[in-house]
């Protein structure tokens, strides 16, 4: 191995956090279409990336050597709107091949943080009733189920759980 690989995985975080662009869409739409998402899409994400909210949208890059192309530049993302001193989680996805690497409680942990920085005091999220993975793994985070939404998604339809974590300063 040359010096150059063996300091780039010997000293580079798995998959960094970053700010999410206008360049990582794409892939962002991509993730959130195979994850059974509810849909946005590009112009969603686009707008929300012009608003006053872009400092709560985030990715975790899929670190590697430059030799290595791959056309998957992100393992995940977070997109989050803090309102009247509460953290709403809209959308968090990780690629399935990224799952179970610790990406999401990553992601998770980075967009609470933030939501203290901008002084939330509650974070709040809607999960599919049936996806007891992303339940759990919401649960580390310190969120508990408060509430139900009858029908909330669709394609298909499912009720939704209404989770909230408090978020200590």
């Known amino acids: 191995m040359s010096l150059s690989k063996r300091a780039f995985s010997e000293s580079a975080e798995p998959y960094p956090i970053a700010s999410m662009t206008e360049h990582d869409l794409l892939e962002v739409v991509e993730i959130e279409e195979s994850s059974g998402l509810s849909r946005w899409g590009w112009a969603a994400y686009y707008a929300e990336l012009q608003s006053s909210n872009r400092g709560l ?7 590697r050597p430059l030799e290595q192309q791959n056309t998957e530049n992100l393992a995940g993302y977070i997109v989050a709107r803090v309102s009247g001193g509460e953290l709403h989680i809209n959308n968090v996805a990780v690629r399935n091949d990224y ?71």
């Open 99 to 169: 799952r179970r690497r610790g990406i999401g409680i990553r992601l998770l942990n980075r967009i609470l943080e933030e939501g203290k920085r901008f002084e939330a005091t509650a974070a709040f999220l809607e999960v599919r009733a049936g996806n007891s993975v992303a339940r759990a793994l919401y649960e580390r985070c310190g969120f508990a189920v408060i509430a139900s939404r009858p029908n909330y998604y669709s394609e298909p339809m499912e009720d939704a759980l209404l989770m909230n974590a408090k978020l200590d300063r």
């Open 57 to 63: 949208m985030y990715v975790a890059h899929v670190a």
